[in-house]
């Protein structure tokens, strides 16, 4: 049972243009998401998250955007660099807590210069 | 300050052999948690401990895999009699309290030939 989806398992996009990676969850007790990037041979590293409580959130180049009804959430590059090619993982947990995650299977996006 | 380091970043054991994966997290955290990512395949909640004690251990196989986390010391992964199954990414992440977001080690590559 994969309670968190990311239905693309991989997406090209043009240096400049925007990024758009999709991820779904079914539980709903998940009130916390985070999106990971992650390079070969690396460890995922964090990016950006949202609570539950918001439906928007702005780091920088990356935006997470948060629908709960759809139980959807999303990650925006713009504009997006070659140095953004990699794996990225949408993630969720329970009780607020950023840490026993609960991750989809990952999008590995490639930003052709 | 050093990250999560684990050690070591590729192991190789033949069926049948034990396999322990190491974890030091990063200064002043003391809540570790690991994860499995197979080929192909997301990473998957294994064990949550803190110092001296298992928290929450539902992602773990019942046979074969168990983790400590000593008063002194890195938290280990112990798999015994490791078959071709268990060849995967081991992850290692640490967090200073239960809601603070985890930083991951680089993981070890464990290889059953």
């Known amino acids: 049972d994969q309670q968190v989806k990311q239905n693309s398992p991989s997406l090209s996009v043009q240096e400049g243009r925007i990024s758009i990676l999709n991820c779904d969850y079914t539980?709903?007790?998940?009130?916390?998401f985070l999106w990971y990037k992650k390079y070969p041979a690396e460890g995922p590293t964090f990016l950006i998250s949202?609570?539950?409580?918001?439906d928007k959130n702005e780091d920088g180049r990356f935006t997470v955007f948060l629908n709960k009804s759809a139980k959807h959430l999303s990650l925006h590059i713009v504009p997006s660099q070659p140095g953004d090619s990699a794996v990225y993982f949408c993630?969720?947990?329970?009780?607020?807590?950023?840490?026993?995650?609960?991750f989809g299977g990952g999008t590995r996006l490639m930003v052709k210069p | 300050n050093a990250g999560v380091m684990q050690n070591p970043r590729h192991l190789v054991r033949r069926r049948g052999q034990e396999a322990r994966l190491r974890c030091s997290p990063m200064?002043?955290?003391?809540?570790v948690y690991w994860y499995r990512q197979l080929p192909e395949e997301g990473l998957k909640f294994m064990v949550y401990?803190?110092?001296?004690?298992?928290?929450?251990e539902s992602g773990m196989p019942k046979e074969r895999f168990s983790a400590e986390f000593p008063k002194e010391g890195p938290s280990i992964l112990r798999i015994q009699q490791v078959v071709r199954g268990d060849s995967a990414a081991y992850f290692c992440?640490?967090?200073?309290?239960?809601?603070?977001?985890?930083?991951f080690g680089q993981g070890t590559r464990l290889t059953v030939v």
């Open positions: 992440a640490s967090s200073p309290d239960l809601v603070g977001e985890a930083f």
């Open positions: 539980n709903s007790m998940f009130d916390y």
């Open positions: 949202i609570s539950s409580i918001k």
């Open positions: 993630a969720a947990s329970r009780n607020n807590a950023g840490n026993m995650l609960t």
């Open positions: 200064k002043g955290h003391s809540h």
């Open positions: 401990l803190q110092k001296e004690n298992i928290i929450d």
